[in-house]
């Protein structure tokens, strides 16, 4: 039994899916405590939502592992806890406690820019108030096709070490992984951002992947769309997912660009290069 003494979750945090062992990544997020970088205990290979997908002997190297045998960690591995842990999606169940926005949302989202009234009637943002989870978190459903399949929430406080929790596989009908967020609001182009927040700065025609990392599924929605500008954080690891996704993208009729910002992020750009990016997306 081969032990690399590395933190993991398997459950409580955002990036937590059953199935799956989170750790750090070692090439992203080196004790971040982000959990950016999942083990699949059936199929047996890491996936990180930042970098994508990484080749097994690489990430053991990195962790620890070069004087060992990666075969004998491999066969040690568990996989008898998995079949319990799977559930297929059936139904979608929110959050207890939502409701109308509340001041201390209406406050965050004016403090970032946002007008708390649009992000209501448009993407559909309520609170959550006095509740015994996730309470005073902002909550963002997730819809494709004009039905809600999943939600996510985002902390309203500067001093959380979750920013957002997201519904788990059995809270959600589709993984919100496999959906782009705002896709029913894209038609001719789309933008395609990170984050939900930064889909807000950019305005309907952004579509979000929620992180770097995307899935087969997203991008055939993406091919659904013509016209398609990737603007993801400015980062090195950031751009080098962005050209990932714009190869696969461009081998499908259309249009695909990869836009990178002065800003770091749609979300921290300024309203007049924000305009400038819907211009040339033509939005």
């Given at each position: 039994m081969i032990?690399?003494r590395?933190?993991?979750?398997m459950?409580?945090h ?14 992203c997020?080196?004790?971040s405590s982000?959990?950016h970088?999942?083990?699949?205990l059936n199929?047996?290979?890491?996936n ?7 080749f097994v ?6 962790l ?5 045998s ?18 297929s999606?059936?139904?979608?169940v929110v959050p207890?406690?939502?409701?109308p ?8 989202l004016l ?10 009637s ?5 609170g959550i108030?006095?509740?015994p989870?996730?309470a005073?978190?902002l ?7 004009n039905r ?5 929430t985002?902390a309203t406080g ?6 957002y929790i ?6 959600e009908?589709?993984s919100?992984k496999e ?5 029913d609001?894209?038609?001719?182009s789309v933008?395609?951002?990170e ?6 700065a ?12 995307f899935?087969?599924?997203q ?12 603007c ?7 751009q080098?997912?962005?050209?990932d ?10 249009t ?5 910002l002065?800003?770091k992020d749609p979300?921290s750009?300024s309203?007049k ?6 211009r040339?997306?033509?939005?």
């Amino acid at each position: 039994m081969i032990e690399l003494r590395v933190p993991f979750l398997m459950e409580g945090h955002k990036h937590c899916r059953p199935g799956w062992s989170q750790i750090d990544c070692p090439f992203c997020g080196p004790g971040s405590s982000k959990y950016h970088l999942g083990f699949n205990l059936n199929s047996r290979h890491f996936n990180c939502w930042r970098c994508g997908g990484l080749f097994v002997p690489k990430v053991l190297r990195a962790l620890g592992a070069s004087s060992v045998s990666i075969d004998e960690f491999l066969r040690s591995v568990d996989t008898e806890t998995v079949v319990s842990r799977e559930r297929s999606r059936v139904s979608l169940v929110v959050p207890a406690g939502i409701g109308p926005l509340l001041p201390k949302h209406r406050r965050y989202l004016l403090e970032r820019g946002f007008d708390p009234d649009r992000m209501e009637s448009v993407w559909g943002v309520k609170g959550i108030g006095i509740a015994p989870r996730l309470a005073w978190r902002l909550y963002i459903p997730i819809f494709e096709r004009n039905r809600q399949v999943s939600w996510t929430t985002r902390a309203t406080g500067d001093k959380v070490v979750q920013r957002y929790i997201s519904a788990s596989a059995q809270e959600e009908s589709k993984s919100h992984k496999e959906v782009i967020y705002g896709a029913d609001m894209c038609h001719h182009s789309v933008v395609v951002v990170e984050g939900p927040t930064d889909a807000w700065a950019v305005g309907p025609g952004a579509g979000a992947t929620f992180g770097t990392a995307f899935s087969s599924a997203q991008v055939r929605r993406l091919v659904d769309i013509p016209n398609r500008y990737i603007c993801f954080d400015s980062s090195p690891e950031a751009q080098q997912r962005a050209e990932d996704l714009a190869s696969q993208l461009s081998c499908f009729p259309g249009t695909t660009e990869n836009i990178q910002l002065d800003a770091k992020d749609p979300g921290s750009a300024s309203p007049k290069e924000l305009r400038l990016l819907r211009r040339v997306a033509r939005l």
